[in-house]
């Protein structure tokens, strides 16, 4: 079955420091991934997301992530944080032609001014 | 386009009660899912439907119902509310994957439940 691993359930930052969340899927055919977040009190919303094509991914915000086949990984990484970036991020994987996200269970990012 | 909507934001219901949460869309998509989102462990789907007049159980679907009778609308049900669904409740749509296309979904702005 596939799954999806975030591993840094809360991090905390300064403003300008660097990001990088991890996540970890399951799945060994190919893949959609997708990075949503969720700023306090709000809905989820796509920040990025690969389909095919050039494995390193730009989003909104600053933000990009990085697919890596061989480790099963979709990092998401930004090289200088604010605070307005203190949010939930959840990290979601799916096989083409299946119908349904698998999510990971989060990491809370605080940022501290 | 208001895109993904949901009613009510916010409800208390006491145990044994029911209750019926509404999605709609307006972006003519095809897939709609229902998610809880409780903390520490992300969002689980519930019951999702592939088109009108379908639905499909997800990973915690027992104690809901749900029906997609028509293309914009999906509609859960809780028939006899227990407190272990306390939770924040998510509608999504989307567009099915193909070969051009990816599956990205869109989010309501949730419905906070609280069951006593």
């Known amino acids: 079955a596939q799954s999806v691993s975030q591993h840094n359930h809360h991090v905390i930052l300064s403003e300008a420091a660097s990001l990088e969340l991890g996540c970890n899927y399951s799945?060994?055919?190919?893949?959609?991934l997708f990075w949503y977040v969720q700023y306090p009190g709000q809905h989820l919303q796509l920040l990025l997301k690969y389909f095919s094509g050039d494995p390193l991914v730009k989003g909104i915000k600053g933000f990009e992530a990085e697919f890596i086949k061989s480790k099963f990984s979709f990092n998401l990484r930004k090289p200088s944080v604010q605070w307005s970036d203190t949010a939930e991020y959840f990290c979601?994987?799916?096989?083409?032609?299946?119908?349904?996200?698998?999510f990971g269970t989060g990491t809370r990012l605080q940022v501290f001014p | 386009n208001a895109g993904v909507t949901q009613t009510p934001k916010f409800r208390v219901l006491k145990t044994g009660q029911s209750m019926t949460l509404l999605c709609a869309q307006d972006m003519n998509h095809e897939y709609m899912y229902w998610y809880r989102q409780d903390p520490g462990m992300g969002l689980r789907l519930i019951h999702y439907s592939v088109g009108e007049g379908t639905t499909a159980k997800g990973e915690v679907p027992d104690g809901y119902n749900v029906s997609r009778l028509k293309k914009q609308n999906f509609l859960l049900g809780l028939e006899s509310a227990a407190p272990s669904q306390t939770s924040v409740y998510f509608c999504?749509?989307?567009?099915?994957?193909?070969?051009?296309?990816?599956?990205?979904?869109?989010f309501g702005p949730g419905t906070r439940l609280t069951v006593l």
């Open positions: 799945y060994g055919g190919t893949v959609n």
């Open positions: 999504a749509s989307s567009y099915p994957a193909s070969g051009s296309r990816d599956n990205e979904q869109f």
């Open positions: 979601a994987v799916n096989a083409p032609n299946t119908d349904k996200l698998i």
